[in-house]
């Protein structure tokens, strides 16, 4: 299980130049004017991990498998959105495929780039698209409600149920607030998850700052954190153009471009840190002679949903998981040492898997 999330924002923030770094592709056309991306572009990388490689290298495994991270190039969005301005229904529906967004913002200067509204504010921009968003929600949920009462009136259970959240998410739009601050009981969180809500999508605002302030940041950035912290959101600072510069480059040309940037890590490893702890999301590995793999669970995920990510007959039959911590399986120099020095655990039903354990299930066939 890897996530798709969807890179959105204004025109000529940068989403297409940080698209093709991502994905070390030139699929999505990077040009100075709106709209210079039609269709949603979709390109997947794999997400880098340190430890994948050093299990693999104790374990000699011929083959290194990492978990995926799917990125969406969504057209840009303008004022207006909600209402079929620009390529807003297309945006609109693209977006609620995605499982998180990126809000991509322009904080950097440079007037051979035109702003689509002649200025740079990033909170202001911030501000744009969550109000389109809104505002498609809320035309969406009065359509809903509208279209549900008769069967309301004749007491089906699930349009009760449904028109209770329509009602919990419309007061929260017409209070200027997205749906997402609504809180949902474990009994309604199915029923609200179908509702798709663009405002329920996790946020991650990606502050895209000229190469000099890739390290530190800018007053731009600045704003768009204090506004981020203030929201409960999440946000990263990003130089596109790095990027793109690093995703041409090999590896060992790569480090000491970022070294020279006094950079410690390209933007791909933070933003997909960022979209992991946005998402909630762990990795887990098997690992063997034949390959090191690693697979991308919930936090909070059982051992036998844990292990269906791999086939749904693991979780329908398991037994058990023999499970060694990342730490113990290095440190120790591999399975046969750790489990000698007892340090492989048999977990049950009840497990909940740990980020970085490294697992082997046992089930019936």
Not at 96 to 122: K, M, N, Q, S, Y
Not at 165 to 192: C, H, N, S, T, Y
Request: contains cysteine.
């Amino acid at each position: 299980m890897g996530f798709k999330m969807g890179i959105v924002g204004l025109p000529n923030v940068g989403k297409s130049t940080l698209f093709n770094a991502l994905t070390k592709t030139a699929a999505a056309q990077a040009a100075n004017f709106p709209f210079c991306t039609i269709e949603p572009n979709v390109g997947e990388v794999a997400v880098p991990d340190a430890r994948l490689d050093k299990l693999a290298g104790i374990a000699a495994s011929k083959q290194i498998i990492p978990t995926r991270m799917t990125f969406v190039d969504i057209a840009g969005l303008v004022k207006g959105a909600s209402k079929g301005e620009g390529l807003g229904n297309q945006f609109l529906a693209n977006i609620r495929e995605v499982d998180a967004i990126a809000h991509v913002l322009r904080c950097f200067e440079d007037g051979d780039v035109t702003h689509v509204e002649g200025r740079v504010d990033p909170v202001a921009d911030a501000e744009t698209i969550e109000t389109e968003l809104m505002l498609a929600d809320i035309e969406s949920l009065e359509k809903r409600l509208q279209n549900i009462v008769r069967k309301v009136r004749g007491g089906d259970k699930e349009a009760v149920q449904q028109e209770r959240l329509m009602k919990l998410a419309l007061k929260a739009l017409e209070d200027g607030q997205p749906a997402r601050v609504v809180e949902i009981d474990d009994e309604d969180a199915k029923a609200w998850s179908m509702l798709q809500l663009l405002t329920t999508k996790p946020v991650l605002y990606v502050c895209n700052v000229g190469e000099e302030e890739a390290a530190g940041g800018n007053a731009h950035s600045a704003k768009v954190a204090d506004m981020a912290a203030a929201q409960g959101n999440s946000h990263v600072v990003i130089s596109a153009q790095i990027e793109e510069e690093i995703s041409q480059l090999e590896d060992d040309e790569a480090q000491m471009f970022l070294e020279e940037m006094g950079l410690t890590e390209a933007g791909l490893d933070r933003l997909i840190r960022a979209g992991y702890e946005l998402l909630h999301l762990e990795t887990y590995f098997t690992v063997g002679p034949k390959e090191a793999r690693a697979w991308t669970i919930k936090s909070g995920t059982s051992a036998p949903k844990a292990a269906g990510v791999i086939h749904g007959d693991f979780e329908k039959g398991f037994i058990r998981a023999e499970t060694i911590a990342y730490d113990d399986f290095v440190d120790l120099g591999g399975e046969q040492a750790a489990k000698d020095a007892g340090k492989m655990r048999a977990e049950g039903k009840a497990y909940i898997v740990k980020d970085g354990d490294v697992m082997h299930f046992l089930f019936n066939t």
